[in-house]
T-cell receptor
């Protein structure tokens, strides 16, 4: 099993550009989520999904869209990047009531 | 909403024990977790405890849970330089709304 795979590892965007952060897991986990990590703020939940076709907002959803067309993939879209979205993004997945597995992160800078 | 609090920094001497503390507010927490993040890396699950347990030991790691006081601690015996990292406490009600993380404790090892 590859676990949770995130791409890209690093990305630099200009304000207003769009991009998609990819996340895939091969463990057949129902639950997938996106977090952002900022200095002094810990991890904050952006969006999550409890299964294919179902998504919901977390603590800081504004400026981000998600979709879950398959069990394996949970992409995070930035439609119009802003400097406030400069952060490290982590994707995670788990089975219901089990531990959370994290990807290795995507470091995003918005200039 | 739920909240998880932990100190931002802890400094210990190599060979001593480290004790990282965490308090949480969600009385319905089912699982409580400790994650470790090394520089430039993702989060790695270190250990977790189910809410009906008081203590869990795993080699150099001891987790203590005081459910009445909503207090969780992680003790690392014989702290080594490789233990230098950020340690995140997290709690989950076992439902679909993700984990709530503390801001992380930076463990600094002094020679």
């Amino acid at each position: 099993n590859a676990g949770v795979t995130q791409t890209p590892k690093f990305q630099v965007l200009k304000t207003g550009q769009s991009m998609t952060l990819q996340c895939a897991q091969d463990m057949n986990h129902e639950y997938m989520s996106w977090y952002r990590q900022d200095p002094g703020m810990g991890l904050r939940l952006i969006h999550y999904s409890v299964g294919a076709g179902i998504t919901d907002q977390g603590e800081v959803p504004n400026g981000y869209n998600v979709s879950r067309s398959t069990t394996e993939d949970f992409p995070l879209r930035l439609l119009s990047a802003a400097p406030s979205q400069t952060s490290v993004y982590f994707c995670a997945s788990r089975r219901t009531n089990e531990k959370l597995f994290f990807g290795s992160g995507t470091q995003l800078s918005v200039l | 909403g739920e909240d998880v609090e932990q100190s931002l920094f802890l400094s210990v001497r190599e060979g001593d024990s480290s004790v990282i503390n965490c308090t949480y507010t969600d009385s319905s927490s089912t699982y409580l977790y400790w994650y470790k993040q090394e520089p430039g890396a993702g989060l790695q699950l270190l250990t977790y405890i189910f809410s009906n347990m008081d203590m869990k030991q795993d080699q150099r790691l001891t987790v203590l849970l005081n459910k009445k006081d909503k207090h969780l601690s992680l003790r690392i015996a014989d702290t080594q330089t490789g233990d230098s990292a950020i340690y995140f406490c997290a709690e989950s009600g076992g439902g679909a709304d993700g984990l709530t993380f503390g801001k992380g404790t930076h463990l600094i090892i002094q020679p």
